[in-house]
């Protein structure tokens, strides 16, 4: 069945260091690819999307790839903050034959800590 | 943005709960998820047109509904230990793109 999987955490960096969060995936057909970001107590909010292969997601100054010849979708930043500080989850859209069902599977989350 | 109610609930093991969700405005999908203390979010249902459009792998005792206004109810009969998560509510305007509520954090004694 269809997965992703992301590097595992936490992933300690200090305050303008370059970050790179690994994600690969498993999938049928074409999915789209999401990267959201949940800050402590709080629910999901989408980071940004890609929804073709060779596309590039960005916001915020984190930016994204959808490379289908390696099934990745990496998380990068040139400079991370402090308030950056939060988990991260991959997902990919799961439709059925009949359509889009709605259906995001995620990554098991990836834990960024960044110090001052 | 998506809303939901309430934010924090404390079950007794066997008993029943209804969490609330209203969709955000012009979305008229809204699917639901748990997410376990760690993990990442496990699908459990989408509903669209108040129908359900699509199912993950819960038992019947989760169940559902989506009002006219697309707000919408998760129901879950017979808690049990592990039904302790976060329960999520998100909506979509083009039924893939979901959008989050802040959860209901649900502990089942």
């Known amino acids: ?116 | 943005g998506v809303t939901q109610s309430p934010t924090h609930l404390i079950k007794t093991r066997g008993q029943q709960v209804t969490l609330r969700c209203s969709s955000q405005s012009g979305h008229n999908t809204v699917s639901w998820y748990q997410q376990a203390l760690g993990q990442g979010p496990q699908f459990i249902f989408q509903y669209y047109r108040k129908e359900e459009n699509g199912r993950g792998n819960f038992p019947p005792r989760f169940s559902g509904l989506q009002f006219p206004n697309d707000s919408s109810e998760l129901n879950v009969n017979a808690l049990e230990l592990d039904d302790s998560a976060l329960y999520l509510c998100a909506s979509s305007f083009d039924g893939e793109t979901q959008y989050f509520g802040p959860g209901t954090r649900l502990l089942v004694l």
């Open chain 1, 1 to 116: 069945g269809n997965s992703v999987t992301q590097m595992e955490g936490p992933v300690t960096l200090s305050e303008e260091a370059f970050l790179t969060i690994n994600c690969t995936y498993t999938a049928t057909g074409y999915p789209s690819l999401f990267w959201y970001v949940q800050y402590p107590g709080e629910g999901l909010q989408l980071l940004l999307k890609a929804t073709k292969a060779d596309d590039k997601g960005s916001n915020k100054g984190f930016e994204a790839t959808y490379r289908k010849e390696t099934t990745s979708f990496h998380l990068e930043k040139g400079s991370v903050q402090v308030s950056d500080s939060a988990v991260y989850f991959c997902a990919l859209s799961d439709p059925n034959g009949s359509g889009n069902t709605g259906k995001l599977i995620f990554g098991q989350g990836t834990t960024l800590q960044v110090k001052p």
